[in-house]
């Protein structure tokens, strides 16, 4: 059985490799900023075409626009899900 200083150990290493490996995905995203751009821009024509053909209602503002610069593709379902939980967008 693990007594309280060991737990606290064990967590605070937990802690250091989730930020290790958290800074190494940030570092091997943005190693190539080609894939960054072209990954924002790919988010943002999906966002609109959807927003045009298939859902007309979700609002086009500096946060959602944002939020699909930012992360692209992932931003854009992202951003659906909001709107389609009605918590915001």
Not at 45 to 56: A, G
């Amino acid at each position: 059985m693990l007594r309280g200083g060991n737990m606290v150990m064990f967590v605070e290493l937990g802690a250091l490799l989730v930020a290790v490996f958290i800074l190494y995905l940030l570092y091997s995203f943005l190693k190539n900023p080609v894939h960054l751009v072209a990954n924002a821009v790919v988010g943002i024509v999906i966002f609109l075409v959807v927003n045009l053909f298939l859902v007309q209602n979700v609002v086009i503002n500096l946060f959602s626009v944002g939020t699909v610069a930012i992360a692209g593709i992932p931003g854009v379902i992202l951003v659906l899900l909001i709107h389609f939980m009605g918590w915001g967008f």
